[in-house]
T-cell receptor
Framework: NAGVTQTPKFQVLKTGQSMTLQCAQDMNHNSMYWYRQDPGMGLRLIYYSASEGTTDKGEVPNGYNVSRLNKREFSLRLESAAPSQTSVYFC?????????????FGPGTRLTVL | DQQVKQNSPSLSVQEGRISILNCDYTNSMFDYFLWYKKYPAEGPTFLISISSIKDKNEDGRFTVFLNKSAKHLSLHIVPSQPGDSAVYFCAASGRAGGTSYGKLTFGQGTILTVHP
């Protein structure tokens, strides 16, 4: 049981480049999430998918797109990277989005945009 | 609009003593509250949660207290150990019908350092 896996672990981009962050979970969870963590800001929700086939914006969706490829996989795409998107990105999953909504997190992707 | 706030960026305690981490919230639609622990270069891991119908939940050395009238929760760690040194995030989940339903809203985090 790998839990939540993310690739890549590190990435350096130049302004304007695009990339996709991959996330997969093997816990048969229905809901998946993408967060970014910046110093002093905690974790902020970018997008989430309450169930396969649905996606919704979170607190900071601008500059990002997502795809819920299937129940296991949820990818985050930066179409034209900007220095303000330098951050650590975490993917998470949960059995459902309601109740205590205990979420399980991946190890993170550290992204630097020059 | 920061709906979940952890006003202490850091806390330092001696091994064996009590650590108390605090969290305030503003949204009365929050129904569940969770604490996560995060080590450097790792993702957050779930620690303990409490429903809004309770005022206390205990799990080993960790106890979470909820004061709904004050919109305040705290995490007590007794006794504190050096391995508890990490960043602690509080988070809240909303009930159906509210904008926070199905999502977690996190505080900024508190860095706990436990000295041997």
């Amino acid at each position: 049981n790998a839990g939540v896996t993310q690739t890549p672990k590190f990435q350096v981009l130049k302004t304007g480049q695009s990339m996709t962050l991959q996330c997969a979970q093997d816990m048969n969870h229905n809901s998946m999430y993408w967060y970014r963590q910046d110093p002093g800001m905690g974790l902020r929700l970018i997008y989430y998918s309450a169930s396969e086939g649905t996606t919704d914006k979170g607190e900071v969706p601008n500059g990002y797109n997502v795809s819920r490829l299937n129940k296991r996989e949820f990818s985050l795409r930066l179409e034209s990277a900007a220095p303000s998107q330098t951050s650590v990105y975490f993917c998470a999953s949960s059995e459902s989005g309601w109740g205590a909504n205990e979420q399980f997190f991946g190890p993170g992707t550290r992204l630097t945009v020059l | 609009d920061q709906q979940v706030k952890q006003n202490s960026p850091s806390l330092s305690v001696q091994e064996g003593r009590i650590s108390i981490l605090n969290c305030d919230y503003t949204n009365s639609m929050f129904d569940y509250f969770l604490w996560y622990k995060k080590y450097p270069a790792e993702g957050p891991t779930f620690l303990i949660s409490i429903s809004s119908i309770k005022d206390k939940n205990e799990d080993g050395r960790f106890t979470v207290f909820l004061n709904k009238s004050a919109k305040h929760l705290s995490l007590h760690i007794v006794p504190s150990q050096p391995g508890d040194s990490a960043v602690y995030f509080c988070a809240a989940s909303g009930r159906a019908g509210g904008t926070s339903y199905g999502k977690l809203t996190f505080g900024q985090g508190t860095i706990l350092t436990v000295h041997p």
